[in-house]
Structures are given as structure tokens and as C-alpha cells.
């Protein structure tokens, strides 16, 4: 077979000689060859087992860490802190089974668009077959409502259109002849002679030659993308993934430590091993995994009030980290509408408001609103020609209005309804419009004559007029006028037509091309599908929050650069490339101008896709939206992929991370905020968690340190394993959880995007989690310190000696409760903010202190936890040390706050 690109170059004699075929097709026992050679039509790929899936998502350091802490706790007998660690493990691998749905499911919904039969010429006869059995050299006959079976050249067409808008994005039918192109690299639009697999025919009929089946059409090199496209881990991830390898290294060089320091001083094995244990189990983190889930499916939930729909967990947090956006033009920055916007009639020029389909809008000149209705009859009758030669028809829904037809003749019908133009009398003849001629035509009937209306393009148009209606009087034509008109249009984007009318006596009843000379030219109508007001606003406030939109389209430049030029683009230079510009660039030429060009047009599935990998070889987090099947290899190749609800393939939105519900762009500016706003309370629960492992870290090794110093480390350490397992357990669930709930900052959208390289242990980081641990660290030794010693003095007090360690226990407690108060902003003083507007935590720290209570003073927790109930005078030293994990991060944020970064 020849190469698959140039079948459109290839006149429909050389296309037969190539695949060995003719008109009448091919006989039964060829196609059974054939067959055998190429394989049945249809997508294939190699399923995932669900086991090996499921084994896949235990493939994590920190599932590591957990799985370990389980077993070590298992050992020592602690099941209840083994269950909850078992817990956290397989809730996490059995959401992250669920929500990550692999390239198969793409490939599937491909599946489903291949049509299931189809007619074909075989033996020279006329047969229906089930379209898996199409092989090339196969003829396949269409019609109006066919599914296309496969890649055809076509050798026939009569008034054939075909609805393209899955592979390239157009929402206009495209018309198809039979004449080859000379050009080469042409996008899938331009391609009119080729009929495509999966496509629509709206219109019309023809005959097609199979020049592709199954994996060589189209959409099986989309598949094939599919296939070989991984996506790339979230920055969110990457970070916590980074983030464990350190935390594992650590535990196991310091646990390694403490058991040989241990060791070293004589303390024995069993001292040496609890140690060792208590280290290890005070560094791991357990609470994170859940706090993570808990805290992206919140955000899920937020989300779906801001009409956006979540199909992967991850990308919550990461459309808030997106440093560029790449988007369609139609139905996301634009409602997908056709609406006239200009009219040219009576020789003046007319702006019309309003967009898609609703009939309200008005009518104005040089900015000054006016009444078509109080106008010369010119312009009303303009509109008019539109309304009356005119096929479609203006609905309204439950969900609003619609059109039934044509987008072009529904714009048509809309700009006439705004002017107040509902009725319409029936044809009594028509002449419908076809490539060749250019034009439609409808006869009327009046109520002393007849009246012809023609409208079509403004060149062919004049032609048919020799007079023109100007200020309600018959004049001598304009054309030089009307041409700069609407090449002036022509130059905003705009698609013009013309219209004219023709007075006939009322006997005329049937049209002939004779009865369209001498036409009176009445006016230009100017349409666009012009950007949603909501899109401008939502790409303003991008450039504000620091990302960067960039447009991507299958329409063509002059349009996609009128659009982006009334949609603000930041960085828009007028520069835009298309889709042979991409097929003549190398890998190397696109990275180096990916950064400087904002808008692409004309382009082909393998452009966006080669677009969304050099953006992220830049270095950029790369959201990408798409409504096609032509936009899923990138939307699956993207940070984050991003459907659209309603006009979305299934192909598209098993691709995406998440749906657009309205299809409207500035429902991504409100998830991006909503994503920002998961992250600011997903670095709030780290920096809250992670002290608690490491005070408590460091408390072991310390005591272990000073043992020889200090016989009442010796003795027994400041917490049992258990007493850490059960911190860890509280913070986790009560005390941090409240804080992904914790409301939405002001200014989220102000800020630039985060640095995808930044790494989760930063100087923030180590700073906060320090001085909470370092604070940690004394609190508790002087408080063991001061009430243990007394224990050990001459006979070993046991009971005294568990009441430190309770007094211990306890302080961290209330240590965490007050750190947790100014937790709940990064940067914002605890004493700037409503301390009620976050009910969650008022319910934590009330739980987590009622049940530290319950294991100090009930004698039946007190036997489980091996504490013991300690004097009411202690409460007063108890309280006022655990103070410093409020006052000192309070401090250091007015201090940061104060000075300069550098200077602190």
C-alpha cells in the first residue's frame, strides 16, 4: 500500500491502480486474501490484568514505609495501630485502582465509533457487511446519516458534506468533492477528496475507495498515540514520592544508629530494640497517605460545585500548579454558536450584540444603539432575505435555545429574530445551494407578488444584482463599496454572505436560474462564533495568576488570530503557525518556538500532541482541553487533561483527567483557583504533620543520646512506642484533617504559578518544622526531666514514672492543639482571622483533648496505653510549656513578615 499521507494527491485512476481495484470493486475471493493480509477492520490493544493493576499502586516508598510500621507493630502486639496502618495502605491502592483508568479505556470508546456495517460494490454487485470485514480496494457507498466504515478516497460525490468536528474540531459539516490536491501535508480539514473512519456524512451521497482499515486509518493513529503515550506523574506526586525516598533513607540510617548506640552504652538488646522501634515509628508519617485523599476528594467535591468534574484524584492539586494552558477555540472560548456580529446595508454599517443563539441583542451604529424597526426598511429587509432564504430553525429547550440546521443559516435566523423578524412565509420554490453555484434561492408568495430572496457569497451575489436598495430607494450598485465591505469583514474573520431580493408577479410559482438576474442587492451579513465575554474575563485573570493561554484549533489563522486578539491572549503577537508550518518543523525547531507563539491553527492530532511534550520539555505544567477524538493523544499526554461535558467525545473524555460540565473556559479559571486552594491546605496539614514525627524523632535519639548522662533516660524513655503510635494516630485523624477544610484564602489567583521543580522540602519547610520540633524536644525533656527524676532517686517509683511520661504525653498534646491554631494560615497571624470560620477545628481539638482525657484518667485505657493519672498541680506547668507551639511560629511569621527574606 502507498504511503497513507498522499491519497489526496493521487487522482482516483492512480488511487485504483495502487490498491488494485476499480469502480466496481473487488471480487469475494480477494477480499478474502486481503483480508488475511491487512487483518480485520478494527482498534486492537493488549488489556491490563486487574491483579497486576491493582499490584501496580503498591509501587510507592511511603506505601513502603506503611507496610513496614504494620509489620513492626504487628510484632510488638500493637494491632489496633496495625489496623489502622493496614487501613490507610489499602484505601489508598484501592482508590488509586479506581481512579486511575489506563489508555485502554481511550481505545475502547475509539472502539464504539467504527460503524458496525456498511454497503459496499463486491463481485459488482450491491452488499451489506459487517464493516470489520472492509478490506482496501473495498468501494463503500454513502448517504446522508452514514457512519463512515473506514479511510476512503472518494472517486464520486453529489452535494456531500461530512461532519468532521471528532477529528478536527470544525463544527461546520465540511463539503467533500472527488479532485486531488497537489499540496502536501495537509491537515485532516483540508483533505476534502478523503472521507474518514468514525466521521458522519450529514449530507448528500457518494462512492469512496478503502484506502485504510483498523490501525491505518485515522483514528487507529490516534490509537497508537494512545497507546504509546505514559502520563507523566503529577509535580504533587513526584514531590511526595521524592519526599519518601528521604524520610525512608533517614529512618533507616537513624533507627540504625540508635540500636548501635544503644548497644554500645550496654543497655542491652531489649532497651536497644525498643529504641530502635520507637525511632522508627515516630519518623513515619502514617497519617499522610489518608490526609492526601481526603484532602484531593474534598476537593473533587469543590469542584463539581464550580462545574468541573474530576475523574482522577491527582488532578485537584495540579491544575492549580499549571504554568500554561493550551485550549480549543470552539465551544471553549467560544459557545460554538455562529452569531452575525456586522451588517452592511443601505451603505451604512451595522454592529450587532449579543452571542449563540439567544434572539436578544441590539443593533447600533458608531456606538449608538438604535431600533431596526424605526430604520429605513434597508437593513430590516436584509435581515429579512437572511430569515426567508433559509433552511434552519430556531428552538427553544429546557436548556436554552437551539438551532436545527445549519450553524451558518442559524445565525441567520437569530440576527433577524433580534430585530423583532419571527414569521415566515412558506417556499413555493427553492433552489438549494451547492458548491458549484454558490448560492441559494427561495420564492415566496406576497400578497400582491411573488418575492425572490438569494443569498450566498458576496462575489457571486453581485454578480446576479444590477441595482441596490440605498435609503429605501432603487440605485445604481455600489459594488466597489460592497466588496471593500466585505473584505474588511473577511479581514476580522468574519464568514459574509450576501443577500438580494426580486419582485416577481404573483403567477411566478417555480424558480429558474433566469429568474436570478437582475437581482436588487440589499446588504452583508458578517458572522463569527465570537469568544464568551465569561472566556475574556477568565483569560485576563489567567495573565494575572501567571499562566500563560495558548490556542490551538483546527479552524483556520485569520480566524483563530481574531479570536485570540479579542480574547486578550497574553503574548499574542499576531504570529500564528499552522498546521504545514508544524509538519515541516523538526522537534527542535518547535521547542525553540514553542514559548513564543501562542496561537496554531489548522492543526492535525499529532501537532497538539508534539505541542503539549515541548511545552513540558520547557519545563512547563501543561493543561490541555479538547472536545475530539483528535485532541485524546494530547489530553492523555498532558500534566492535566481537560474534556468538555457536552459537545466532548467519550473518546476525549476517557482520555481527560476531568470534564468541563458547560464547556466553558472560565470554569477552568475557577477549578485553577480551587486547585491552588487543595494545595495551600494540603502544605498546611504537612507542615502541621510533619513535626509530630519529627519531635517525636528526635526525642528518642535524644534520650538516647544522654543516657549515659542522664540515668533517667536509662531508665525508661520519655514515650513508649505506644504512646507515639497513639500521638501519631490523633494528629493524624483530629487534628489535621480539619485543616483541608480550612477556607479559601483571598489572592490565590495573584500569585504565580509554583515552580513545578520545587522541591517539598524547602527553606519554609525546615524552618516551621524545626522550631516546632526543636520546641517539642525541650518541652518534653523538661518536663520528663523534672518530674521523673524524683522517681528514680532511690527506689524506682514506677507509678511516678508513668505519671511523667503521662505529663509527657500530654504536653505534646497540648503543644500540637496550639500549634495547630496558627497552622491554619502559612503566612497570616492566628490573631487576623476568624477563629469560628473553621468549625472543624474547634470539633478536633475538642475530640482530641476529651479523648487524651480518657487515656490519662480512665482506669481502663490507662492499663492499654500504660499511663497513669497525674496530680492537678501539674496541669498549670503543663499547660504553659506546651504555650511555645503557638507564640514561637507566631513570632517567626511577624518576623518574616517585618524584615525581608534575606534579611531574616
Given amino acids: 500500500m502507498s504511503n497513507r499521507s498522499n491519497w489526496y494527491q493521487m487522482n482516483a485512476e492512480e488511487v485504483f491502480e495502487v490498491l488494485g481495484s476499480d469502480r466496481g470493486g473487488i471480487v469475494s475471493s480477494e477480499a478474502e486474501a486481503r483480508l488475511e493480509k491487512y487483518g480485520y477492520n478494527e482498534l486492537k490493544f493488549k488489556k491490563i490484568s486487574p491483579f497486576f493493576r491493582f499490584l501496580m499502586q503498591f509501587s510507592s516508598p511511603l506505601i513502603y514505609i506503611l507496610l513496614a510500621a504494620a509489620l513492626v507493630t504487628g510484632l510488638l502486639g500493637y494491632w489496633i495501630d496495625t489496623t489502622f496502618i493496614l487501613g490507610v495502605v489499602f484505601a489508598n491502592t484501592i482508590m488509586g485502582f479506581i481512579m486511575e483508568r489506563k489508555a485502554e479505556a481511550s481505545i475502547e470508546a475509539l472502539r464504539k465509533m467504527m460503524a458496525p456495517e456498511c454497503t459496499v460494490l463486491r463481485d459488482g454487485e450491491r452488499k451489506t457487511i459487517p464493516a470489520r470485514e472492509l478490506v482496501p480496494g473495498d468501494i463503500v457507498l454513502l448517504e446522508g446519516g452514514d457512519r463512515v466504515p473506514a479511510d476512503l478516497r472518494l472517486f464520486y460525490t453529489k452535494d456531500m458534506s461530512a461532519d468532521e468536528a471528532t477529528l478536527t474540531g470544525e463544527s461546520i459539516p465540511a463539503r467533500k468533492d472527488t479532485e486531488c490536491i497537489s499540496i502536501a501535508d495537509l491537515p485532516v480539514a483540508d483533505q476534502r477528496c478523503m472521507a474518514f473512519s468514525g466521521t458522519f456524512i450529514t449530507r448528500g451521497y457518494g462512492q469512496g475507495v478503502v484506502i485504510g482499515t483498523g490501525g491505518h486509518t485515522e483514528i487507529g493513529r490516534i490509537a497508537e498515540i494512545i497507546k504509546e503515550t505514559r502520563k507523566i506523574a503529577t509535580p504533587l506526586l513526584r514531590k511526595i514520592k521524592d519526599f519518601s525516598k528521604v524520610i525512608l533513607a533517614f529512618i533507616l540510617i537513624i533507627t540504625a544508629i540508635t540500636f548501635v548506640l544503644a548497644m554500645t552504652f550496654e543497655f542491652g538488646f531489649v532497651y536497644a530494640f525498643m529504641a530502635s522501634v520507637s525511632l522508627a515509628v515516630a519518623s513515619i508519617p502514617a497519617g499522610l497517605p489518608a490526609m492526601l485523599t481526603v484532602t484531593l476528594a474534598i476537593g473533587v467535591t469543590a469542584m463539581a460545585q464550580r462545574h468541573v468534574l474530576v475523574r482522577k484524584l491527582p488532578a485537584v492539586e495540579i491544575l492549580g500548579s499549571a504554568t500554561i494552558i493550551c485550549s480549543d477555540k470552539t465551544g471553549t472560548f467560544t459557545k460554538n454558536q455562529m452569531t452575525v456580529v456586522r451588517v452592511y446595508s443601505g451603505g451604512k454599517d451595522y454592529r450587532v450584540s449579543g452571542t449563540g443563539y439567544e434572539p436578544r441583542g441590539e443593533f447600533s451604529i458608531d456606538g449608538k444603539g438604535i431600533n431596526p424597526a424605526e430604520e429605513e426598511r434597508d437593513l430590516l429587509e436584509t435581515l429579512k432575505a437572511g430569515y426567508f432564504c433559509n433552511s434552519a430553525a430556531l428552538t427553544e429547550g429546557e436548556s436554552g435555545y437551539g438551532i436545527e440546521g445549519d450553524p451558518t443559516e442559524g445565525a441567520l435566523m437569530v440576527s433577524a429574530a433580534k430585530a423583532g423578524i419571527r414569521e415566515k412565509s412558506p417556499w413555493l420554490d427553492i433552489i438549494q445551494f451547492e458548491p458549484k453555484h454558490q448560492y441559494m434561492a427561495t420564492l415566496h408568495e406576497g400578497k400582491d407578488r411573488n418575492i425572490i430572496y438569494v443569498k450566498g457569497s458576496p462575489e457571486k451575489i453581485l454578480n446576479m444584482c444590477s441595482r441596490q436598495l440605498i435609503n429605501e430607494e432603487i440605485q445604481p450598485i455600489r459594488s466597489e463599496e460592497v466588496l471593500t465591505e466585505a473584505d474588511t469583514m473577511a479581514g476580522d474573520a468574519l464568514r459574509v454572505l450576501g443577500m438580494a431580493y426580486k419582485i416577481v408577479p404573483r403567477e411566478k410559482t417555480l424558480l429558474s436560474l433566469k429568474d436570478l438576474e437582475g437581482l436588487v442587492f440589499l446588504g452583508l451579513q458578517g458572522m463569527i462564533d465570537p469568544p464568551r465575554e465569561e472566556a475574556i474575563e477568565a483569560v485576563a485573570k489567567c495573565k494575572i495568576a501567571g499562566i500563560r493561554v495558548v490556542m490551538i484549533t483546527g479552524d483556520h489563522a485569520m480566524t483563530a488570530k481574531a479570536i485570540a486578539k479579542k480574547l486578550g491572549i497574553y503574548g499574542y503577537d499576531g504570529r500564528a503557525l499552522t498546521g504545514e508550518d508544524l509538519s515541516r518543523m523538526s522537534d527542535e525547531e518547535l521547542y525553540d518556538a514553542v514559548d513564543e507563539v501562542s496561537v496554531y491553527a489548522r492543526v492535525a492530532p499529532e501537532h497538539k500532541f508534539r505541542i503539549t511534550k515541548q511545552l513540558q520539555n520547557k519545563g ?78 528526635s526525642l528518642v535519639m535524644g534520650a538516647v543520646l544522654l543516657s549515659p548522662f542522664m540515668p533517667l533516660f536509662a531508665e525508661r524513655l520519655p514515650l513508649e512506642p505506644l504512646h507515639i503510635l497513639w500521638v501519631n494516630l490523633s494528629v493524624a485523624i483530629f487534628l489535621s484533617l480539619p485543616l483541608v477544610v480550612e477556607p479559601r484564602e483571598e489572592g490565590l489567583l495573584q500569585r504565580p504559578p509554583r515552580n513545578p521543580k520545587e522541591k517539598l522540602i ?84 475538642a475530640i482530641s483533648l476529651g479523648a487524651q482525657l480518657m487515656i490519662t484518667y480512665t482506669p481502663t485505657l490507662q492499663a492499654i496505653f500504660r499511663t497513669a493519672a497525674f496530680p492537678a498541680e501539674w496541669w498549670i506547668p503543663i499547660i504553659l510549656s506546651a504555650l511555645p507551639g503557638l507564640f514561637i511560629i507566631e513570632i517567626e511569621k511577624f518576623l518574616k513578615k517585618r524584615f525581608s527574606e534575606g534579611k531574616y
Avoid: C
Fill in 762 to 845: 524547602d527553606h519554609l519547610f525546615i524552618k516551621k518544622v524545626g522550631l516546632v520540633s526543636l520546641t517539642m524536644v525541650i518541652v518534653v525533656f523538661a518536663l520528663y526531666y523534672h518530674y521523673g527524676m524524683p522517681a528514680i532517686s532511690g527506689q524506682v517509683d514506677k507509678l511516678l514514672l508513668t505519671q511523667a511520661q503521662t505529663a509527657a504525653l500530654m504536653s505534646i498534646m497540648l503543644l500540637h492543639i496550639f500549634y495547630l491554631l496558627t497552622a491554619r494560615s502559612i503566612t497570616k497571624s492566628v490573631f487576623t482571622f476568624n477563629p469560628f470560620s473553621n468549625r472543624w477545628v474547634l470539633i478536633g481539638i
Fill in 620 to 697: 512547563h505544567v501543561v493543561a490541555v482541553t479538547g472536545d475530539g477524538v483528535n485532541d485524546a493523544p494530547a489530553l492523555k499526554a498532558a500534566d492535566i487533561g481537560i474534556a468538555m461535558g457536552i459537545t466532548g467525545t467519550e473518546v476525549s473524555k476517557e482520555a481527560a483527567d476531568m470534564v468541563l460540565v458547560d464547556d466553558n473556559f472560565a470554569s477552568i479559571e475557577a477549578a485553577i483557583e480551587e486547585g491552588r486552594h487543595v494545595f495551600e491546605n494540603i502544605r498546611k496539614a504537612i507542615l502541621f504533620l510533619l513535626p509530630t514525627n519529627g519531635g517525636q524523632a
